[in-house]
Nanobody
């Protein structure tokens, strides 16, 4: 079984910064992609940023130039550096990992979510 541990969410002022991290462990054979999604109240869950094992990245238009995704393949960990935060960034942020388990079955696993809120 794959486990994801998320951390780094919390209270921040507009224009501030946060760094989220997500560490994957368990029956992992390989990881093909890791990413961050978010869901705000009344809205659908949306992709924020993703990265493949080879290092290719993609970002939602709303966060380009402000957020940076990075991964450490050796540690099976993905990070999201969030700068210049805006009130509209308020959401629960979910880590997602896709790949193959040690049983060679495909998995698509979600973390428990971490809340990003604003002090205004």
């Amino acid at each position: 079984q794959v486990q994801l541990v998320e951390s780094g969410g919390g209270l921040v002022q507009p224009g501030g910064s946060l760094r989220l991290s997500c560490a994957a462990s368990g029956s992992i054979f390989s990881i093909s992609a890791m990413g961050w999604y978010r869901q705000a109240p009344g809205k659908q869950r949306e992709l924020v940023a993703g990265v493949t094992r080879g290092g290719s990245t993609n970002y939602a238009d709303s966060v380009k130039g402000r957020f940076t995704i990075a991964r450490d393949n050796a540690k099976n960990t993905v990070y999201l550096q969030m700068n210049s935060l805006k009130p509209e960034d308020t959401a629960v942020y979910y880590c997602n990992v896709k790949g193959l388990s040690r049983a060679l079955s495909q998995y698509d696993h979600w973390g428990q979510g971490t809340q990003v809120t604003f002090s205004s």
